[in-house]
């Protein structure tokens, strides 16, 4: 099973350090399948990077994140694109997006309906500083949620193993305790006769 983790290296990830943020992140979801073999056994992640395009993250020979260069403009386009090439296949992709949401509404229009008719694609956002704006992380997300970067480890799990399945509202309490008035006694053997 693949995680794909994209991370924005456009200018405005040079404010307030947001660069180094996401070098940390990358960092801590590389270390997490050491952290509990287990639960991420046969996970491969793999990092890239985009602005203006899309390019490979290539760890350091110590299996580090490399330092990251950010210019240009976001192009939320460029990753619709390069999934699009991957989502021929049967299994489900999961896709984790590091950004400060720094990128035109149009856009985000682009890639709702570029990548809204694969069933078996999940997207998850993480916002990257304190000036994201998280209604346009939201946006992109296949569940309308949005990760601030402390909750990384939550956000790599609700890509790899949650689901975008509709829940349903659980019963109201009045509800419950009918039907609980109902199970209750049950006239069976007498054991003791």
Not at 97 to 124: A, C, E, H, M
Not at 132 to 142: G, N, P, Q
């Amino acid at each position: 099973m693949e995680l794909f983790i994209f991370v924005d290296v456009s200018g405005s990830m040079n404010e307030m350090g947001k660069y180094h943020l996401q070098r940390n992140l990358c960092r801590y979801a590389a270390q997490s399948r050491l952290i509990d073999q287990e639960k991420y056994s046969g996970l491969d992640i793999r990092f890239y990077q985009w602005a203006q395009n899309v390019s490979e993250i290539v760890l350091q020979s110590d299996g580090d994140i490399p330092a990251l260069n950010a210019e240009g403009s976001s192009n939320l386009c460029v990753i619709s694109d390069f999934l699009s090439q991957y989502l021929n296949d049967t299994g489900k992709l999961m896709v984790l997006i590091l950004s400060d949401g720094n990128f035109p509404n149009s856009n985000i229009v682009s890639f709702q309906k570029q990548l809204g008719t694969f069933r078996n694609l999940i997207i998850r956002t993480v916002a990257v500083g304190a000036d994201a704006d998280l209604l346009k992380l939201k946006k992109i997300s296949t569940n309308n949620t949005v990760y601030l970067s402390e909750n990384i480890a939550s956000a790599i799990d609700s890509t790899i193993f949650g689901s975008d399945e509709l829940l349903t509202a659980p019963l109201s309490t009045a509800r419950i305790m009918e039907s609980a008035q109902t199970e209750i006694e049950v006239p069976g053997e007498d054991w003791d006769a």
